[in-house]
C-alpha cells in the first residue's frame, strides 16, 4: 500500500448527541463527523478546538492512496496489525475513496518506519489545489 502523511495535527473531539458541527471544525484539511443517538465525534485541526471541549489529539494523518474498490478486503488489516505488533494505537475512518488511519504525533514517525518494513511505501501528501 501508498500511504500520504498529511502535515496538520488533528483532533477527535467529542460532542454531545444531536450536537450541531460547530463553525470551528471545519476549518481543516481533514474534517470529520460521525453521529450516532449517544455522541457526535467531530475529527478536525487541533488549532480550532475550543480549550473546553473534551478531546485526544495531536493525531497526525495518513492516507491510503486510493480509490480503493468496495470490493477489497483486508486494506485495514494489512495495515493495522504491524501497528498493533509495535503496539502504536490508532483512530480510523474511512470516505467513499480511502481510509484514514490517525496516529498519535508523538508515534507517526515510529508509525511510518513500522509500515515502510512492512513493505509500504510513506511519502508526504502532495498538497490539492481546490477545485
Same mark, same amino acid.
Given at each position: 500500500m501508498n500511504l500520504a502523511q498529511y502535515p496538520e495535527? !488533528? &483532533?477527535?473531539?467529542? !460532542? +454531545? #448527541?444531536?450536537? /450541531?458541527?460547530? &463553525?470551528? %471544525? /471545519?476549518?481543516?484539511?481533514?474534517?470529520?463527523?460521525?453521529?450516532? &443517538? @449517544? /455522541? @457526535? $465525534?467531530?475529527?478536525?485541526a487541533t488549532r480550532s478546538v #475550543? @480549550?473546553?471541549?473534551? $478531546?485526544? +489529539? #495531536?493525531? @497526525? %494523518?495518513?492516507?491510503? /492512496?486510493g480509490p480503493l474498490d468496495f470490493a477489497l478486503t483486508g486494506v485495514l488489516a494489512q495495515l493495522l496489525t504491524p501497528l498493533a505488533e509495535a503496539e502504536i494505537s490508532v483512530f480510523t475512518l474511512s470516505t467513499f475513496d480511502t481510509d484514514w488511519i490517525l496516529i498519535p504525533t508523538d508515534k507517526a514517525d515510529d508509525a511510518a518506519e513500522v509500515w515502510r518494513r512492512s513493505g509500504h511505501t510513506v511519502a508526504p501528501a502532495v498538497p490539492v489545489e481546490p477545485s
Amino acid at each position: 500500500m501508498n500511504l500520504a502523511q498529511y502535515p496538520e495535527k !488533528l &483532533a477527535v473531539v467529542r !460532542l +454531545g #448527541p444531536g450536537a /450541531e458541527v460547530p &463553525a470551528w %471544525a /471545519e476549518s481543516s484539511s481533514v474534517f470529520s463527523v460521525v453521529a450516532t &443517538a @449517544t /455522541e @457526535t $465525534s467531530v475529527v478536525c485541526a487541533t488549532r480550532s478546538v #475550543p @480549550t473546553k471541549a473534551r $478531546s485526544q +489529539g #495531536p493525531f @497526525t %494523518a495518513f492516507c491510503v /492512496e486510493g480509490p480503493l474498490d468496495f470490493a477489497l478486503t483486508g486494506v485495514l488489516a494489512q495495515l493495522l496489525t504491524p501497528l498493533a505488533e509495535a503496539e502504536i494505537s490508532v483512530f480510523t475512518l474511512s470516505t467513499f475513496d480511502t481510509d484514514w488511519i490517525l496516529i498519535p504525533t508523538d508515534k507517526a514517525d515510529d508509525a511510518a518506519e513500522v509500515w515502510r518494513r512492512s513493505g509500504h511505501t510513506v511519502a508526504p501528501a502532495v498538497p490539492v489545489e481546490p477545485s
